[in-house]
């Protein structure tokens, strides 16, 4: 079956430092691969995407890359803020089989961003 | 554009007691899901639905969860009756016709904490 494997939390920063969370996956199929955040008390929000291998998603200086060879997708930013706080899920939506796309989860990774 | 609602917010229970969350998705989307996400852990999809009709509920524990969605709108997932183990947040989520494009969007309400004691 698809998992999705990410770097155990938490990860505590001063602004400013380079971040990196590293993204692993399995899945069947070609997926599609996504890196979702939750902010305190909110949601998740879709951060990034790519759809097919060598894509890059960017978003708020964020960016990933889809890499097949390494089956990877690890999420990195050249300098975070205090505002970046927040818990980010690495996903990917993949038929697993069935009929119908479905997204997968990993755990989740909590940053702390410090002044 | 509003946003994927959900009620309510909070919710403690005593164990054997019942509870129904309610969603609305965002207007026109014809996919909407149920997720449930234990502390420390990443959303589990509960089911899904296209329109009003059920797509995958494979990992609902159907003895004692329920999930509807009349006229294709709103839904309600049921509890019942709750365990201990059923402390989580339940996410409800929407997207444009699914099963066609592995890229399409999910949009996430805020989730409704429950708390079984």
């Known amino acids: 079956g698809n998992s999705v494997t990410q770097m155990e939390g938490p990860v505590t920063l001063s602004e400013e430092a380079f971040l990196t969370i590293n993204c692993t996956y399995t899945a069947t199929g070609y997926p599609s691969l996504f890196w979702y955040v939750q902010y305190p008390g909110e949601g998740l929000q879709l951060l990034l995407k790519?759809?097919?291998?060598?894509d890059k998603g960017s978003n708020k200086g964020f960016e990933a890359t889809y890499r097949k060879e390494t089956t990877s997708f690890h999420l990195e930013k050249g300098s975070v803020q205090v505002s970046d706080s927040a818990v980010y899920f690495c996903?990917?939506?993949?038929?697993?089989?069935?009929?119908?796309?479905?997204?997968?989860f990993g755990k989740g990774t909590l940053l702390t961003v410090n002044p | 554009e509003a946003g994927v609602a959900q009620s309510p917010r909070y919710k403690i229970i005593e164990k054997r007691q019942s509870v129904a969350f309610w969603c609305n998705p965002i207007s026109g989307h014809a996919t909407l899901y149920w997720y449930q996400q234990i502390l420390g852990q990443g959303p589990k999809l509960l089911i899904q639905?296209?329109?009003?009709?059920?797509?995958?509920d494979s990992q609902l524990p159907k003895d004692r969860f329920s999930a509807e969605r009349l006229k294709g709108v709103d839904s309600t997932l049921k509890i019942q009756p709750a365990k201990l183990e059923d402390s989580a947040v339940y996410l409800c989520a929407s997207s444009q016709l699914q099963g066609l494009r592995s890229s399409y969007e999910q949009y996430f309400g805020p989730g409704t904490r429950l708390t079984v004691t």
């Open positions: 790519a759809t097919k291998a060598d």
């Open positions: 639905f296209q329109n009003n009709g059920v797509v995958d």
């Open positions: 996903a990917l939506s993949d038929r697993g089989g069935g009929s119908n796309y479905k997204l997968t």
